[in-house]
């Protein structure tokens, strides 16, 4: 429904991160440098590591606000308000947006 980093950086905000103030941009690069680290580290979501899609996207999402701000000056109880968020945002059809034609393609094959 929003670009993956807006539904990042509004969940930064919604969890009141102590001293945050990167922006949209700052965290776009940071997600794009987590990421592909992430899936260098620990390839399938975890799967070839052996742990959960969960803890998978926690590391990668520590990962983003480390490389947001360099620093990471989160409590656990903050980062887990903002885990918590990120997570249940992707984890519902909140997150996601219907293709137009989908539903029809799918019917076809």
């Given at each position: 429904?929003?670009?993956?980093?807006?539904?990042?950086?509004?969940?930064?905000?919604?969890?009141?991160?102590p001293n945050f103030s990167?922006?949209?941009?700052?965290m776009k690069?940071?997600?794009?440098?987590?990421?592909?680290?992430?899936c260098i580290e620990s390839p399938c979501f975890g799967g070839v590591e052996g742990i959960s899609g969960h803890e998978w996207w926690r590391q990668t999402v520590w990962r983003v606000l480390y490389q947001t701000n360099k620093v990471v000056e989160y409590s656990d109880?903050?980062?887990?308000r903002y885990f918590r968020r990120v997570y249940q945002h992707f984890g519902s059809p909140k997150g996601y947006k219907l293709i137009e034609d989908a539903d029809e393609f799918i019917q076809s094959i």
């Amino acid at each position: 429904r929003e670009p993956v980093i807006k539904s990042y950086h509004d969940a930064a905000i919604w969890a009141r991160l102590p001293n945050f103030s990167s922006s949209q941009e700052d965290m776009k690069s940071a997600f794009k440098i987590a990421f592909k680290e992430r899936c260098i580290e620990s390839p399938c979501f975890g799967g070839v590591e052996g742990i959960s899609g969960h803890e998978w996207w926690r590391q990668t999402v520590w990962r983003v606000l480390y490389q947001t701000n360099k620093v990471v000056e989160y409590s656990d109880d903050d980062f887990d308000r903002y885990f918590r968020r990120v997570y249940q945002h992707f984890g519902s059809p909140k997150g996601y947006k219907l293709i137009e034609d989908a539903d029809e393609f799918i019917q076809s094959i």
